[in-house]
């Protein structure tokens, strides 16, 4: 019964591997979103726990069980009425990238529009993309899989983060970037059920990261931002 009662007063976050905000290496989970986030729950003292797993079943567990949230979640007009939203986690812009070599050159979305374009399963890029109005997308069941499907030829262009584009650049991944598509605000989207207080100390707890300078800090040390 103790167990229970404990489990049933804690908090269960989902994330993902997506570099620089959660991520694992060498063993350790990190990142820009992660440590926010650890933050935030130990200047509350209340019970929790962080579990890594693919992104379409992090958002859904979010969605659909109670005292559960997902991070790093992009803010997005889809899902504004799913969840409840702590934020902003970070600031990013959203690129459209190609296979490097493939001679493929687009500005803008309306010359996207006549490529395949890959992404993967609930994630918020697929959501951009069916906003505006790209007819071929093809769905992957993990990130992996979308990478390798660019680098291979299975699809002509992928929607990511900016950030985590030249961190696949910088491992040596073939791949070039082809326009903005949109910016983008990351934060800690959570069930609908979570109590509204409770919503309330996160979102204070994360306001005093920002006041205080470690976000900054935190986005510096992860390459979201320039070192002053």
């Keep these: 019964m103790a167990a229970a009662a ?28 992660y440590e926010q986030v650890e933050m935030i729950m130990k200047g509350l003292s209340i019970p929790y726990t962080i579990e890594m797993m693919p992104w379409a079943r992090a958002i859904a567990m979010a969605e659909t069980e109670p005292m559960t949230c997902v991070f790093t979640a992009a803010h997005i007009p889809e899902r504004e009425g799913r969840f409840k939203w702590v934020e902003p986690l970070a600031i990013d812009r959203n690129i459209i990238m190609s296979r490097k070599g493939s001679g493929i050159q687009v500005h803008n979305v309306e010359e996207a529009r006549k490529y395949i374009v890959g992404t993967q399963r609930d994630d918020y890029t697929q959501a951009l993309l069916e906003r505006h ?16 499907k660019l680098e291979s030829g ?7 983060s900016e950030k985590f584009y030249h961190k696949l650049v910088d491992e040596g991944h073939p791949l070039e970037q082809q326009f903005v598509l949109t910016e983008q605000k990351f934060a800690i989207a959570c069930n609908k059920s979570m109590p509204d207080a409770l919503i309330a100390r996160m979102q204070d707890g994360l306001d005093r990261l920002i006041a205080d300078g470690t976000q900054a800090r935190l986005s510096r040390e ?3 931002l320039q070192p002053q």
């Design 6 to 33: 404990m489990a049933q007063n804690s908090i269960v976050f989902t994330t993902e591997d997506y570099p620089p905000y959660n991520f694992r290496e060498n063993g350790v989970d990190k990142g820009v979103g």
């Design 133 to 148: 109005d790209f007819p071929r997308i093809d769905l992957a069941a993990n990130l992996d899989l979308t990478i390798k």
């Design 154 to 160: 299975r699809i002509d262009l992928m929607p990511v």
């Design 222 to 224: 992860y390459g979201l």
